[in-house]
T-cell receptor
Framework: QKEVEQNSGPLSVPEGAIASLNCTYSDRGSQSFFWYRQYSGKSPELIMSIYSNGDKEDGRFTAQLNKASQYVSLLIRDSQPSDSATYLC???????????FGKGTHLIIQP | DAGVIQSPRHEVTEMGQEVTLRCKPISGHNSLFWYRQTMMRGLELLIYFNNNVPIDDSGMPEDRFSAKMPNASFSTLKIQPSEPRDSAVYFCASSRQGSSANEKLFFGSGTQLSVL
Protein backbone atom coordinates (compact mmCIF):
# COMPACT_ATOMS: atom_id res chain seq x y z
CA GLN A 1 0.00 0.00 0.00
CA LYS A 2 1.28 3.44 -0.92
CA GLU A 3 2.13 5.55 2.11
CA VAL A 4 3.42 9.06 2.67
CA GLU A 5 4.77 9.80 6.13
CA GLN A 6 5.14 13.17 7.80
CA ASN A 7 5.84 14.35 11.32
CA SER A 8 2.56 15.80 12.56
CA GLY A 9 4.26 18.51 14.62
CA PRO A 10 3.56 21.13 15.66
CA LEU A 11 6.78 22.57 14.30
CA SER A 12 7.45 25.97 15.82
CA VAL A 13 9.81 28.38 14.00
CA PRO A 14 10.65 32.00 14.81
CA GLU A 15 9.64 34.63 12.29
CA GLY A 16 12.37 35.24 9.72
CA ALA A 17 13.98 31.82 10.19
CA ILE A 18 13.98 28.86 7.79
CA ALA A 19 11.24 26.28 8.26
CA SER A 20 12.15 22.76 7.15
CA LEU A 21 9.41 20.22 6.47
CA ASN A 22 10.10 16.62 5.59
CA CYS A 23 8.30 13.62 4.20
CA THR A 24 9.08 10.07 3.10
CA TYR A 25 7.16 7.86 0.70
CA SER A 26 6.94 4.09 0.36
CA ASP A 27 6.18 3.56 -3.34
CA ARG A 28 9.38 3.54 -5.40
CA GLY A 29 7.25 3.91 -8.52
CA SER A 30 6.13 7.39 -7.48
CA GLN A 31 7.08 9.96 -10.09
CA SER A 32 5.49 13.23 -8.99
CA PHE A 33 5.60 14.99 -5.66
CA PHE A 34 3.65 17.92 -4.34
CA TRP A 35 3.45 20.21 -1.33
CA TYR A 36 0.05 21.61 -0.40
CA ARG A 37 -0.69 24.23 2.24
CA GLN A 38 -3.95 24.03 4.19
CA TYR A 39 -5.14 26.77 6.50
CA SER A 40 -7.52 25.76 9.27
CA GLY A 41 -11.02 25.25 7.90
CA LYS A 42 -9.90 25.72 4.30
CA SER A 43 -9.08 23.46 1.39
CA PRO A 44 -5.57 22.42 0.38
CA GLU A 45 -3.79 24.64 -2.14
CA LEU A 46 -0.77 23.63 -4.18
CA ILE A 47 2.42 25.54 -3.46
CA MET A 48 5.15 23.37 -5.04
CA SER A 49 5.55 20.41 -7.37
CA ILE A 50 8.76 18.50 -8.09
CA TYR A 51 9.45 15.63 -10.46
CA SER A 52 13.26 15.29 -10.65
CA ASN A 53 15.98 14.72 -8.10
CA GLY A 54 17.48 17.89 -6.71
CA ASP A 55 16.16 21.28 -5.71
CA LYS A 56 13.41 23.43 -7.15
CA GLU A 57 13.03 27.02 -6.00
CA ASP A 58 9.99 29.29 -6.22
CA GLY A 59 10.26 32.53 -4.29
CA ARG A 60 10.73 31.77 -0.60
CA PHE A 61 9.97 28.08 -1.15
CA THR A 62 12.43 25.34 -2.12
CA ALA A 63 11.38 21.75 -2.70
CA GLN A 64 13.99 19.00 -2.54
CA LEU A 65 13.65 15.46 -3.86
CA ASN A 66 15.88 12.44 -3.31
CA LYS A 67 14.37 9.41 -5.02
CA ALA A 68 17.11 7.05 -3.83
CA SER A 69 16.21 7.86 -0.22
CA GLN A 70 12.48 8.26 -1.03
CA TYR A 71 12.59 11.63 0.66
CA VAL A 72 10.97 14.95 -0.11
CA SER A 73 11.41 18.21 1.77
CA LEU A 74 10.15 21.77 1.69
CA LEU A 75 12.15 24.76 2.91
CA ILE A 76 10.48 28.06 3.64
CA ARG A 77 12.92 30.96 3.90
CA ASP A 78 12.19 34.18 5.81
CA SER A 79 9.19 32.55 7.50
CA GLN A 80 6.19 34.79 8.05
CA PRO A 81 3.27 34.40 10.50
CA SER A 82 1.06 33.95 7.41
CA ASP A 83 2.99 30.74 6.67
CA SER A 84 1.43 29.16 9.76
CA ALA A 85 -0.67 26.29 8.39
CA THR A 86 -0.66 22.55 7.87
CA TYR A 87 1.62 21.41 5.04
CA LEU A 88 0.63 18.26 3.18
CA CYS A 89 3.10 16.19 1.20
CA UNK A 90 1.67 14.13 -1.68
CA UNK A 91 2.96 11.64 -4.22
CA UNK A 92 1.66 10.21 -7.46
CA UNK A 93 2.57 7.41 -9.82
CA UNK A 94 1.94 9.72 -12.74
CA UNK A 95 -0.58 9.60 -15.55
CA UNK A 96 -4.22 9.75 -14.42
CA UNK A 97 -3.41 8.46 -10.95
CA UNK A 98 -4.77 10.09 -7.80
CA UNK A 99 -2.49 11.65 -5.20
CA UNK A 100 -1.56 9.91 -1.95
CA PHE A 101 -1.30 12.44 0.86
CA GLY A 102 0.56 12.43 4.14
CA LYS A 103 -1.35 13.52 7.24
CA GLY A 104 0.43 16.85 7.25
CA THR A 105 2.78 18.84 9.45
CA HIS A 106 1.36 21.70 11.50
CA LEU A 107 3.72 24.66 11.20
CA ILE A 108 3.60 27.61 13.60
CA ILE A 109 5.60 30.75 12.87
CA GLN A 110 6.16 32.70 16.06
CA PRO A 111 6.22 36.51 15.69
CA ASP B 1 -12.82 30.60 -13.56
CA ALA B 2 -14.98 29.95 -10.49
CA GLY B 3 -12.90 26.99 -9.36
CA VAL B 4 -14.24 23.68 -8.13
CA ILE B 5 -17.70 24.20 -6.65
CA GLN B 6 -19.06 21.93 -3.95
CA SER B 7 -22.42 21.88 -2.25
CA PRO B 8 -23.59 21.93 0.41
CA ARG B 9 -20.84 23.55 2.54
CA HIS B 10 -22.25 22.00 5.68
CA GLU B 11 -24.55 19.03 6.13
CA VAL B 12 -25.97 17.80 9.42
CA THR B 13 -28.05 14.67 9.28
CA GLU B 14 -29.22 11.81 11.43
CA MET B 15 -27.88 8.30 11.28
CA GLY B 16 -29.61 6.24 8.64
CA GLN B 17 -30.43 9.14 6.36
CA GLU B 18 -29.22 9.46 2.78
CA VAL B 19 -26.64 12.13 2.08
CA THR B 20 -25.75 13.47 -1.37
CA LEU B 21 -22.72 15.67 -1.94
CA ARG B 22 -22.30 17.56 -5.19
CA CYS B 23 -19.36 18.81 -7.19
CA LYS B 24 -18.83 20.89 -10.30
CA PRO B 25 -15.24 20.62 -11.57
CA ILE B 26 -13.31 23.37 -13.31
CA SER B 27 -14.34 23.65 -16.96
CA GLY B 28 -11.90 21.81 -19.19
CA HIS B 29 -10.60 19.52 -16.47
CA ASN B 30 -11.02 15.86 -17.38
CA SER B 31 -10.25 14.21 -14.05
CA LEU B 32 -12.27 14.43 -10.86
CA PHE B 33 -11.38 13.13 -7.43
CA TRP B 34 -13.34 12.65 -4.20
CA TYR B 35 -11.32 12.80 -0.96
CA ARG B 36 -12.33 12.48 2.69
CA GLN B 37 -10.39 14.22 5.45
CA THR B 38 -10.39 13.37 9.15
CA MET B 39 -7.95 14.13 11.93
CA MET B 40 -7.19 10.46 12.41
CA ARG B 41 -6.72 9.37 8.80
CA GLY B 42 -5.85 12.58 7.00
CA LEU B 43 -6.84 12.98 3.34
CA GLU B 44 -8.01 9.71 1.83
CA LEU B 45 -8.75 9.20 -1.85
CA LEU B 46 -12.20 7.64 -2.20
CA ILE B 47 -12.67 7.47 -5.97
CA TYR B 48 -11.57 9.21 -9.11
CA PHE B 49 -12.94 9.65 -12.60
CA ASN B 50 -11.17 10.26 -15.87
CA ASN B 51 -13.30 11.56 -18.75
CA ASN B 52 -16.41 10.77 -16.65
CA VAL B 53 -15.41 7.11 -16.23
CA PRO B 54 -14.66 5.74 -12.74
CA ILE B 55 -11.03 4.58 -12.77
CA ASP B 56 -10.37 3.50 -9.21
CA ASP B 57 -12.95 3.17 -6.43
CA SER B 58 -10.81 1.04 -4.14
CA GLY B 59 -10.84 3.82 -1.56
CA MET B 60 -14.61 3.76 -1.15
CA PRO B 61 -15.02 2.42 2.40
CA GLU B 62 -18.20 0.41 2.00
CA ASP B 63 -21.11 -0.34 -0.29
CA ARG B 64 -22.97 2.46 1.47
CA PHE B 65 -20.85 4.85 -0.59
CA SER B 66 -21.45 5.44 -4.28
CA ALA B 67 -20.32 8.08 -6.77
CA LYS B 68 -21.45 9.08 -10.20
CA MET B 69 -20.30 11.44 -12.90
CA PRO B 70 -23.09 11.70 -15.48
CA ASN B 71 -21.31 14.41 -17.46
CA ALA B 72 -18.11 16.43 -17.53
CA SER B 73 -19.49 19.18 -15.31
CA PHE B 74 -21.15 17.31 -12.47
CA SER B 75 -20.46 14.57 -9.96
CA THR B 76 -22.19 13.26 -6.85
CA LEU B 77 -21.07 11.26 -3.85
CA LYS B 78 -23.88 9.49 -2.05
CA ILE B 79 -23.90 7.82 1.35
CA GLN B 80 -26.88 5.60 2.10
CA PRO B 81 -27.45 4.91 4.93
CA SER B 82 -25.18 7.37 6.71
CA GLU B 83 -23.44 6.53 10.00
CA PRO B 84 -21.74 8.72 12.65
CA ARG B 85 -18.30 7.44 11.57
CA ASP B 86 -18.90 9.02 8.15
CA SER B 87 -18.55 12.45 9.76
CA ALA B 88 -15.67 14.20 7.99
CA VAL B 89 -14.84 16.88 5.46
CA TYR B 90 -15.39 15.66 1.93
CA PHE B 91 -13.36 17.38 -0.77
CA CYS B 92 -13.82 17.25 -4.50
CA ALA B 93 -10.83 18.09 -6.69
CA SER B 94 -10.26 18.31 -10.42
CA SER B 95 -7.29 18.41 -12.74
CA ARG B 96 -6.36 18.40 -16.39
CA GLN B 97 -4.66 15.08 -17.01
CA GLY B 98 -2.20 14.62 -19.81
CA SER B 99 -0.07 11.70 -20.89
CA SER B 100 2.91 12.79 -18.79
CA ALA B 101 3.26 13.49 -15.11
CA ASN B 102 0.19 14.15 -13.01
CA GLU B 103 -1.20 17.66 -13.26
CA LYS B 104 -1.91 19.59 -10.11
CA LEU B 105 -5.19 19.18 -8.27
CA PHE B 106 -7.53 22.06 -7.57
CA PHE B 107 -9.71 21.50 -4.53
CA GLY B 108 -13.21 22.69 -3.81
CA SER B 109 -14.11 24.27 -0.47
CA GLY B 110 -15.29 20.96 0.90
CA THR B 111 -18.46 19.71 2.56
CA GLN B 112 -18.39 19.38 6.35
CA LEU B 113 -20.60 16.37 7.08
CA SER B 114 -21.87 15.64 10.57
CA VAL B 115 -23.91 12.49 11.11
CA LEU B 116 -25.63 12.45 14.50
Amino acid sequence: QKEVEQNSGPLSVPEGAIASLNCTYSDRGSQSFFWYRQYSGKSPELIMSIYSNGDKEDGRFTAQLNKASQYVSLLIRDSQPSDSATYLCASSGGGADGLTFGKGTHLIIQP
Amino acid sequence: DAGVIQSPRHEVTEMGQEVTLRCKPISGHNSLFWYRQTMMRGLELLIYFNNNVPIDDSGMPEDRFSAKMPNASFSTLKIQPSEPRDSAVYFCASSRQGSSANEKLFFGSGTQLSVL
